[in-house]
């Protein structure tokens, strides 16, 4: 079973990036599905979370109304549309996959994590 994250970059303060979490051995729609960021001397936290079994969705404080999580059944892949970035959302992203229907930011609730993606927003 493989989470690939990708579409990390570079991006100016105000851009936009959009993530990719794609599956491999594993059907995304069975799963709640959960970004996480680590920044640079810092823990990893929670940022975006979409149920398993319903579109219920989630989002940290800092991230809301300018982060969107999604996933495509079809593709089997989850998405993080990531709008008015600032520099304080530089950080590696991962994304994981979690058996339990209800989102949670607990990282022991995710058995399948991605290899993160590098987002680095500076101008």
């Known amino acids: 079973v493989q989470l690939q994250a990708s579409g990390g970059g570079l991006v100016q303060p105000g851009g936009s990036l959009r993530l990719s979490c794609a599956a491999s051995?594993?059907?995304?729609?069975?799963?709640?599905i959960a970004w996480f960021r680590q920044a640079p001397g810092k823990e990893r936290e929670g940022v975006a979370c979409?149920?398993?079994?319903?579109?219920?969705?989630d989002y940290a404080d800092s991230v809301k109304a300018r982060f969107t999580i999604s996933r495509d059944g079809a593709k089997n892949t989850a998405y993080l549309q990531m709008n008015g970035l600032k520099p304080e959302d530089t950080a590696i992203y991962y994304c994981?996959?979690?058996?339990?229907?209800?989102?949670?930011?607990?990282?022991?609730?995710?058995?399948?994590w991605g290899q993160g993606t590098l987002v680095t927003v500076s101008s």
């Open positions: 994981a996959a979690a058996a339990r229907g209800i989102c949670s930011y607990y990282e022991s609730n995710y058995r399948y």
């Open positions: 051995e594993l059907t995304l729609r069975s799963y709640t």
């Open positions: 979409i149920a398993r079994t319903s579109t219920r969705t």
